[in-house]
């Protein structure tokens, strides 16, 4: 049963618009949360992260919005840039283990 | 820093074989994860070591795969005998282990078994 859910796997955006990923999750224990980036050929790599203490974490581009009430999250990319084309992964971790679980992946294109 | 260094890149194997994942953590850091990536499961974690001992290996599938650390420079993953289903993405992470610290991937190694 996948505790961290990436329902869309693909999402296709035009350069300088918005992306908005989305992650839902259904352990209430879960109190921290991150997403990575994935590029072909790559490993994951640190994108942002936000506590559950906060709604919202903001790193120049890059936003992630956290409702706890309804157990879900957002990546917000704005502008896009094509060289945001990547796998985005939810991971999430709490209830005493900072082991982060992984959402099964997002796949951003952003046409030029 | 050179990174989380895994070898191979690719590996490809009969059925049967016994298969070896090699992984260097980053210097310093004393946890060290082995994840598995597959289109349907995604990312999910096999095992996972901290001070090179290991403490959750729930992930692992089966007795078939084994995973040792014997110092705090070198892990690896075995899988014998080896199976298609055993096809997939293997990633080793590592990080100093402190509250909800991000970990760093090593670029893989993709395993194919006929």
């Known amino acids: 049963d996948q505790q961290v859910k990436q329902n869309s796997p693909s999402l296709s955006v035009q350069e300088g618009r918005i992306s908005i990923l989305n992650c839902d999750y259904t352990?209430?224990?879960?109190?921290?949360f991150l997403w990575y980036k994935k590029y072909p050929a790559e490993g994951p790599t640190f994108l942002i992260s936000i506590s559950s203490i906060k709604d919202k974490n903001e790193d120049g581009r890059f936003t992630v919005f956290l409702n706890k009430s309804a157990k879900h999250l957002s990546l917000h990319i704005v502008p896009s840039q094509p060289g945001d084309s990547a796998v985005y992964f939810c991971?999430?971790?709490?209830?005493?283990?900072?082991?982060?679980?992984f959402g099964r992946g997002t796949s951003l294109i952003v046409h030029p | 820093d050179a990174g989380v260094i895994q070898s191979p890149r690719h590996e490809v194997t009969e059925m049967g074989q016994e298969v070896t994942l090699r992984c260097k953590p980053i210097?310093?850091?004393?946890?060290l994860f082995w994840y598995r990536q597959t289109m349907m499961r995604g990312l999910e974690l096999l095992i996972y070591?901290?001070?090179?001992?290991?403490?959750?290996d729930s992930g692992m599938p089966e007795d078939r795969f084994s995973a040792k650390m014997p110092n705090a420079s070198f892990s690896t993953l075995k899988i014998q005998p080896s199976e298609p289903r055993d096809s997939a993405v293997y990633f080793c992470?590592?990080?100093?282990?402190?509250?909800?610290?991000?970990?760093?991937f090593g670029n893989g190694t993709r395993l194919t078994v006929t």
């Open positions: 991971a999430a971790s709490g209830g005493g283990s900072y082991i982060p679980t």
């Open positions: 992470a590592s990080r100093l282990e402190y509250y909800n610290s991000p970990l760093h």
């Open positions: 352990n209430s224990m879960f109190d921290y």
């Open positions: 070591f901290n001070n090179n001992v290991p403490i959750d």
């Open positions: 210097s310093g850091h004393n946890s």
